[in-house]
């Protein structure tokens, strides 16, 4: 039976507590509790109690449960409101929870060890390292040079994925100067948490650990070990090169980021968005009625971007042995959803100018995550939509739209390049890390990645190309030649982008409604498709799974732009003299223009970035008029008898 005081009733608690005041100083005894309150744990629970032999070098997190679970008593692990916030429940649905069950991993794994056959026991033994640490790391203490997916599975530790002793127990000594899934533990039996003081007893007693305070496992580095991973690069024959791949570096694009400083505004470890904070004063430990409330409280909500493999995992969590119910995951992806929707990207979309047949638009897109985004896994890509219909709801223009089969349609069979402006429908801006292999070709196997084809995933605020940590965070392609790609009047750092979209408008007439989407994929079948294409059990299991699942995109941001105007005037009636307007960009209201032949000038319209016009003037006598209290774009429109010219002004 797992250990858990989920089923322990009030009197319990009441009958221990008396026990506490009651019996002689804790002093006196060799543990916080005397023998007679152990003997009546072990009677009312019909169970073993006694802490985790010394032979065990990593608690399961049922040995956690029964304090820092959920408390039938409704005493701890509440916030102030009265909703439950419990370690446990939070944790046992997470990607982190469930990293040695997670069926795309163990189905990549078994692909990479299909190409590379020779090199299977080295590839289980990397992938392990992270998505099984404890069980892993206890193989590895005890002398053994290699760790298996066989031996995982018949681990109980190792199943828990990462769980609470993976980082409690990770030593301050080293912290962040190892990557690849080396991780330095101290294991003296101790438990590292955030609050000075701490009620220890209970743990020793309980557990056999001992609750220790350290700053460090509120820092960053905590997160380094697993989160940056270089790869051992082979060759098509499966000979090594010698040169490493940067699979991933998620902690040294925080490295290098604004958010990366000791104080300051934005100064954020990646524990503060992962596992955000509150100021309410929570009881952390059931059991005990007299303990007073810890602030700030990290919610353990470890809570990523992997939507599809959450709601995967969800679907079949019997099948994959996970210990969480619906509502844990709904919980989950509801953390993971609002993660996605509203700290992670913002856009603006502005109408630059229309001549006689097209639009123009700009769209800023702005990174506010303290990494790269997408981040992590390679699989991950982001992707704008990018759509102009008219007024009868036909399409006049569109980029980046999803297919039935959950690919972006117009994309290249590999690699779609990074744009600046975007002209035709076949180009679309997808943000991400494309692999290359030896002969610069694209792959999804990560042994054989041995340049980057592609990088042009969004860099966070304050990303520099000087960085110290720039080996490992590279921009590659087009991006690097964008002087609006993480530049703001040519300084590096911004964290944004802008993309130029011209909108060709023919002989069309009338409204124009514009949107701008921007989407999240984490399993593309663009990624999947190479692996599909072999078979072990490990894939046979995943695509079953995959190809009934739920693959929808994550809507991230979205811009409108509804009823802009149009008419197009033919080539033909465009005369060639040019009109000198002044001064651009406008503060006051009076602006100037000068031309050739005023007297032939019938009048002068304004529109509005919507496309409205907002004023007209006819047959001006002076070379200047007064504009409307409208700022932002506007377009002024010179008319003659036989030609129009139009001129874009910025009014602020």
Known sequence: MNFSYKSFSFSIVVFLTVIFFATVPIAEHKSFHSEGEIASFKQMLNRQVDPVDSTIIFPTFYH??????????????????????????????????????????????????????????????????????????????????HYTIDEMLLDTVAMDGVNCASCHMIAEEGLAETFSGEINYDTSRVMYGPYEFPFAQPMTSFVGFEAKYSEHINDAGICASCHTLLTKSVDLEGNYTGEEFVEQATYHEWLNSAYNAEKGETAASCQKCHMPRIDDSVVISANYIFLQGRSPFALHELVGGNTAMLKMMKEHREELGINADEEDFDKVLANTLDLLENETAEMSLNLESLDTDSLYFAVEVKNKAGHKFPSGYPSRRSYLEFVALTQDGDTLFQSGVMENDYEVKGQTEETEPHYQVIRSEDQVQIYELVLGDVEGNF????????????????????????HAAYDTTKIYGNALNDADFNKENGVEGSGTDVIYYHVPIGTYEGLVDVSVKMYYQSLPPKWMNPMFEESTPEIETFRAMYLNADLSPVLIESQFIDGIFVSPVSNSEIILTDVNVYPNPLKGNLIFFDFVMLEDLEGINIYNQQGAKIKSFQKPTENNIRIPDENGLLVLEFIYSNSTIRKRIIKL
């Open 64 to 145: 956690c449960e029964g304090c820092h679970g959920h408390d039938m008593q409704m005493n701890a692990m509440l916030d102030s409101d009265g909703n439950d916030v419990n370690v446990v429940d939070n944790w046992r649905a997470t990607m982190m929870a469930n990293s040695a069950k997670d069926p795309f991993w163990r189905a990549k794994v078994s692909h990479e060890i299909l190409v590379n056959p020779n090199h299977s026991l080295d590839l289980q033994t990397k992938c392990t390292s992270c998505h099984a640490p404890n069980g892993h790391y206890t193989a590895l203490l005890r002398g053994a040079q």
């Open 443 to 466: 792959t999804t196997v990560l042994e054989q990645s041995h340049t980057a084809l592609k990088d042009n995933r969004l860099a966070p605020l304050g990303f520099t190309t000087s």
